[in-house]
C-alpha cells in the first residue's frame, strides 16, 4: 500500500496542502477565508477489518483504521464533532495539545468529561496556541485507543519555516498494537482474573502489520522514495503496551522534533519512542537508485518481568527506479536493519540523554529557574487483596495493582473537572494526594514484605502560576519496570534523571537548567528517577498517568488540579452546553 503525503509550503504547496487536507479528509468544513477555524467530524462506528487473516468487527473513526489525520497550523481553532453510533462509551483525547482555558475538551473520561454516551455527541472545541509538530488523538476510555487513534498533524504558522532543511515529502508513521481477540474482552478478563493480560498478535505501521507475521504480506507498509531527497518522517508511538525501536536497513536518521518541540538535530541508526511520545525524523536518501530495497522495523523494548509480544512489525523502503532501468525491484536484495537487544537500557540511556532543546532565540526552552513546589512520586507495581470468593492470577494469589506513592487511583462515576468546577468534590475526590511517600524505603532494593497499595481518588492542588519540580521514581516491587509517565494540559522540562534512589542533596546538582528536553510523555527510567519541571500556568484537573494501557487499567494515574488565576485570561471557562452526562 502506498503512502499519502504533505508537501510543504510555497504557493504550489499551500494549494497542495488544502487540496490533500479536503481530499483526506472529506469530512472537513471548507473554513473561514483566513484558514482560522477547521471543522472535522468523527462518526464512532463499527468497521470490518482483517489482519492476519482473522476479520474482526472493531471501533473506529469515519471507518478508517487508523483514523482520520487531523492536519491544522499553530494558532488554528478546531470544532471536532465526535458522533457515536457504538455500543461502548466513548471519549477522545487530544494527546500534547496544551488546552489552554479549554480543559473541558481534554479527553480522558471521568477526567474531564463524562464519556459520551451511545447515540449522543460532543464537538471538542480548542485552539492551538504556540504548538507546532506531530501529536495525535486517541480514545481515552478503557482499552479503545488500539482501534480509536490517528494522527494530529501541527504546521508552523503561513510562511514560518522550520529550523531544519525543509523536507521534499513529510510521511505520519504511526505505531500500533493489533490483537486477533477483542482488546476489550483482553483487559475485562485481566481485571477479572486480577492477572496480567494476554498480549497482542502483531504490531503496525499505518496500521499494518507487514511481512514478517503469517497471512500479511500484502498488509505491508510501503514508503516509495526518490534518490537524493529529504523525507521528514512523523512517527507517533500509539501502541497500548510496548515501548518501540525503530530502524531502517543502511539509512541514518537525523531526530528534529520530539513531541511537538524542536530540538537540537542529532543522527541515530535506531530511535526509541514510548506509547505516547511522538519523534520527527528528517531521511535523506541515497543520492543514487541503490540497487535494493530496505526494511525498516520496530519491535520492543523489555523491562518488566510480565510478558510481552515478541515480535517484529516491518514495512519497505523503495526507491523508485530510474525510467529507462529495466531493474525488477522483486529481485532486489531486500536489507535487514539491526535494533539493539530487547532489554538493551544503555542505548535508551544514551538515546534520552542526546535529547535537547533547540533553546533559540525563537524557540526558547523556558525552564523554571526557582521552584515554589518539590514533590516525590514513586511510580511502580504492587498487589490488592483477592476477593475471598475467587482465585487471582497474580503474585502469590493476589491481584496485580499499580500506585504513584502507593495510591492506586480508583476512577470515578463523575467526571473530576465537573465537580470541582461546580464546588462539589465532596464525596467524588479528596484534595490530599501524599506529596511524598506516606512510608519510605528502599525503592530499588529488596522490596518491601507487603507489597499491597491504598486505594483513593486523590488529587494534587496547585495555585495558579506555581512552579513545580516532580521527581519520579521507579521502584522494584514486583520488578523494576520503565513507566512512560504522560501529564496532561502541559509540557515539562526533563531536568535531570539517573538510577537507583534519587538523592535530593546530591542530584540536583546535575540538573540541566538550560536547555533540557521539553515533552508531555517521558520515560521513568527502569530501576532509576527523573526529575521534571513546569509552570502550573493552565486552570483545569489534568490527569498524570502511565501510558502503558495496563498500568493505568491497574491505577498507575492521579490527577492535578490547578486553580484559577486572578486574571479572566487565567481562568477555566464554563463548560459548554453539550458537555456528556454520566
Given at each position: 500500500?502506498?503512502?499519502?503525503?504533505l508537501?510543504l509550503p510555497?504557493f504550489?504547496?499551500?494549494?497542495?496542502?488544502s487540496?490533500?487536507?479536503?481530499?483526506?479528509l472529506?469530512?472537513i468544513?471548507?473554513?473561514?477565508d483566513?484558514?482560522?477555524?477547521?471543522?472535522?467530524?468523527?462518526?464512532?462506528?463499527?468497521?470490518?477489518?482483517t489482519?492476519?487473516?482473522?476479520t474482526?468487527?472493531i471501533?473506529t473513526?469515519n471507518?478508517?483504521?487508523?483514523?482520520?489525520?487531523?492536519?491544522?497550523?499553530?494558532?488554528d481553532?478546531?470544532?471536532?464533532?465526535v458522533?457515536?453510533h457504538?455500543?461502548?462509551?466513548?471519549?477522545?483525547?487530544?494527546?500534547?495539545?496544551?488546552q489552554?482555558q479549554s480543559?473541558?475538551?481534554?479527553?480522558p473520561?471521568y477526567?474531564?468529561?463524562?464519556?459520551?454516551?451511545t447515540?449522543?455527541?460532543?464537538?471538542?472545541n480548542?485552539?492551538?496556541?504556540g504548538?507546532r509538530?506531530?501529536?495525535?488523538?486517541?480514545?481515552h476510555?478503557?482499552?479503545l485507543?488500539?482501534?480509536?487513534?490517528g494522527?494530529?498533524?501541527?504546521?508552523?504558522?503561513?510562511?514560518?519555516?522550520y529550523?531544519?532543511?525543509?523536507?521534499?515529502?513529510?510521511v505520519?508513521?504511526?505505531?500500533?498494537?493489533w490483537?486477533?481477540?477483542?482488546?476489550?474482552?483482553?483487559?475485562?478478563?485481566?481485571?477479572?482474573?486480577?492477572?496480567?493480560p494476554?498480549?497482542?498478535?502483531?504490531?503496525t505501521?499505518?496500521?499494518?502489520?507487514?511481512?514478517?507475521?503469517?497471512?500479511?504480506?500484502?498488509?505491508t507498509?510501503?514508503?516509495?522514495?526518490k534518490?537524493?531527497?529529504?523525507y521528514?518522517?512523523?512517527?507517533?508511538n500509539?501502541a497500548?503496551?510496548?515501548?518501540l525501536f525503530?530502524g531502517i536497513?543502511?539509512?541514518?536518521?537525523?531526530?528534529?522534533?520530539?513531541?511537538?518541540?524542536?530540538v537540537?538535530?542529532f543522527?541515530?541508526?535506531?530511535?526509541?519512542?514510548?506509547?505516547?511520545?511522538?519523534t520527527?525524523?528528517?531521511?535523506?536518501t541515497k543520492?543514487?537508485?541503490p540497487?535494493a530495497?530496505f526494511l525498516?522495523?520496530?519491535?520492543?523494548y523489555?523491562t518488566?518481568?510480565?510478558t510481552?509480544?515478541?515480535?517484529?512489525?516491518?514495512g519497505?523502503?523503495?526507491?523508485?527506479?530510474?525510467?529507462?532501468?529495466?531493474v525488477?525491484?522483486k529481485?532486489?536484495?531486500?536489507?535487514?536493519?539491526?535494533?539493539p537487544?530487547l532489554n538493551d537500557?544503555?542505548?535508551?540511556?544514551n538515546f534520552?540523554?542526546?535529547?535537547?532543546?533547540?533553546?533559540?532565540?525563537?524557540f526558547?526552552?523556558?525552564?523554571?529557574?526557582?521552584v515554589?513546589?518539590?514533590f516525590?512520586?514513586?511510580v511502580?507495581?504492587?498487589?490488592?487483596p483477592?476477593?475471598?470468593?475467587?482465585t487471582?492470577?497474580?503474585?502469590?494469589?493476589?491481584?496485580?495493582?499499580?500506585s504513584?506513592?502507593?495510591?492506586?487511583?480508583?476512577t470515578?462515576t463523575?467526571?473530576?473537572?465537573?465537580?470541582h468546577?461546580t464546588?462539589?468534590s465532596?464525596?467524588?475526590?479528596?484534595p490530599?494526594?501524599?506529596?511524598?511517600?506516606?512510608?519510605p524505603f528502599n525503592?530499588t532494593g529488596?522490596?518491601?514484605?507487603n507489597?499491597?497499595?491504598?486505594?483513593?481518588?486523590?488529587?494534587?492542588?496547585?495555585p495558579?502560576?506555581?512552579?513545580?519540580e516532580?521527581?519520579m521514581?521507579d521502584?522494584s516491587?514486583?520488578?523494576?519496570e520503565?513507566?512512560p509517565?504522560?501529564?496532561?494540559?502541559?509540557?515539562f522540562?526533563?531536568?535531570g534523571?539517573?538510577?537507583?534512589?534519587?538523592?535530593?542533596?546530591k542530584?540536583?546538582?546535575?540538573?540541566?537548567?538550560?536547555?533540557?528536553?521539553?515533552?508531555?510523555?517521558?520515560?521513568?527510567?527502569?530501576?532509576?528517577?527523573?526529575?521534571i519541571?513546569?509552570?502550573?500556568?493552565n486552570?483545569?484537573?489534568?490527569?498524570?498517568?502511565c501510558h502503558?494501557e495496563i498500568?493505568?487499567s491497574w491505577g498507575l494515574?492521579?490527577?492535578w488540579v490547578?486553580?484559577?488565576?486572578k486574571?479572566?485570561?487565567?481562568k477555566?471557562?464554563p463548560?459548554p452546553?453539550?458537555?456528556?452526562?454520566?
Amino acid at each position: 500500500m502506498g503512502t499519502s503525503f504533505l508537501q510543504l509550503p510555497s504557493f504550489l504547496g499551500v494549494l497542495l496542502f488544502s487540496c490533500i487536507t479536503l481530499c483526506l479528509l472529506p469530512e472537513i468544513a471548507h473554513a473561514k477565508d483566513t484558514g482560522i477555524t477547521r471543522h472535522y467530524k468523527f462518526n464512532i462506528k463499527l468497521q470490518n477489518v482483517t489482519r492476519l487473516c482473522h476479520t474482526k468487527s472493531i471501533v473506529t473513526v469515519n471507518g478508517q483504521f487508523p483514523g482520520p489525520r487531523i492536519v491544522a497550523r499553530e494558532g488554528d481553532r478546531l470544532l471536532i464533532k465526535v458522533v457515536n453510533h457504538v455500543q461502548n462509551n466513548i471519549s477522545i483525547h487530544w494527546h500534547g495539545i496544551r488546552q489552554l482555558q479549554s480543559g473541558w475538551a481534554d479527553g480522558p473520561a471521568y477526567v474531564t468529561q463524562c464519556p459520551i454516551q451511545t447515540g449522543q455527541s460532543y464537538v471538542y472545541n480548542f485552539t492551538i496556541v504556540g504548538q507546532r509538530g506531530t501529536l495525535f488523538w486517541h480514545a481515552h476510555i478503557s482499552w479503545l485507543r488500539s482501534t480509536l487513534y490517528g494522527p494530529l498533524i501541527i504546521l508552523p504558522k503561513p510562511n514560518v519555516p522550520y529550523p531544519f532543511q525543509k523536507p521534499y515529502k513529510e510521511v505520519p508513521i504511526i505505531f500500533g498494537e493489533w490483537w486477533n481477540a477483542d482488546p476489550e474482552a483482553v483487559i475485562s478478563q485481566a481485571l477479572q482474573t486480577g492477572g496480567g493480560p494476554n498480549v497482542s498478535d502483531a504490531y503496525t505501521f499505518n496500521g499494518l502489520p507487514g511481512p514478517l507475521y503469517n497471512c500479511s504480506a500484502k498488509d505491508t507498509f510501503k514508503l516509495k522514495v526518490k534518490p537524493n531527497k529529504t523525507y521528514l518522517l512523523r512517527f507517533i508511538n500509539a501502541a497500548l503496551n510496548d515501548e518501540l525501536f525503530f530502524g531502517i536497513a543502511n539509512h541514518t536518521l537525523t531526530v528534529v522534533d520530539v513531541d511537538a518541540i524542536y530540538v537540537k538535530p542529532f543522527e541515530t541508526n535506531t530511535i526509541l519512542i514510548t506509547p505516547g511520545q511522538t519523534t520527527n525524523v528528517l531521511l535523506k536518501t541515497k543520492p543514487n537508485f541503490p540497487n535494493a530495497s530496505f526494511l525498516m522495523t520496530a519491535r520492543p523494548y523489555v523491562t518488566g518481568l510480565g510478558t510481552f509480544d515478541n515480535s517484529t512489525v516491518a514495512g519497505i523502503l523503495k526507491y523508485e527506479s530510474p525510467s529507462h532501468s529495466a531493474v525488477s525491484i522483486k529481485k532486489l536484495p531486500l536489507l535487514k536493519p539491526t535494533l539493539p537487544p530487547l532489554n538493551d537500557t544503555s542505548f535508551a540511556t544514551n538515546f534520552t540523554s542526546k535529547l535537547r532543546s533547540l533553546a533559540s532565540p525563537q524557540f526558547p526552552a523556558n525552564v523554571p529557574q526557582k521552584v515554589d513546589r518539590h514533590f516525590f512520586f514513586t511510580v511502580g507495581l504492587g498487589t490488592s487483596p483477592c476477593d475471598q470468593s475467587q482465585t487471582c492470577q497474580g503474585p502469590n494469589g493476589t491481584r496485580f495493582a499499580a500506585s504513584v506513592n502507593n495510591v492506586s487511583f480508583a476512577t470515578p462515576t463523575t467526571a473530576l473537572l465537573q465537580a470541582h468546577f461546580t464546588g462539589q468534590s465532596n464525596g467524588v475526590y479528596s484534595p490530599f494526594f501524599p506529596i511524598t511517600p506516606i512510608i519510605p524505603f528502599n525503592y530499588t532494593g529488596n522490596p518491601p514484605i507487603n507489597t499491597m497499595v491504598s486505594n483513593g481518588t486523590k488529587v494534587m492542588v496547585l495555585p495558579f502560576n506555581t512552579s513545580v519540580e516532580l521527581v519520579m521514581q521507579d521502584t522494584s516491587i514486583l520488578g523494576a519496570e520503565s513507566h512512560p509517565l504522560h501529564l496532561h494540559g502541559f509540557n515539562f522540562f526533563v531536568v535531570g534523571q539517573g538510577f537507583g534512589n534519587y538523592d535530593p542533596n546530591k542530584d540536583p546538582a546535575n540538573f540541566n537548567l538550560v536547555d533540557p528536553i521539553e515533552r508531555n510523555t517521558v520515560g521513568v527510567p527502569s530501576g532509576g528517577w527523573v526529575a521534571i519541571r513546569f509552570l502550573a500556568d493552565n486552570p483545569g484537573v489534568w490527569f498524570m498517568h502511565c501510558h502503558l494501557e495496563i498500568h493505568t487499567s491497574w491505577g498507575l494515574k492521579m490527577a492535578w488540579v490547578v486553580l484559577d488565576g486572578k486574571l479572566s485570561n487565567q481562568k477555566l471557562l464554563p463548560p459548554p452546553a453539550d458537555l456528556p452526562k454520566c
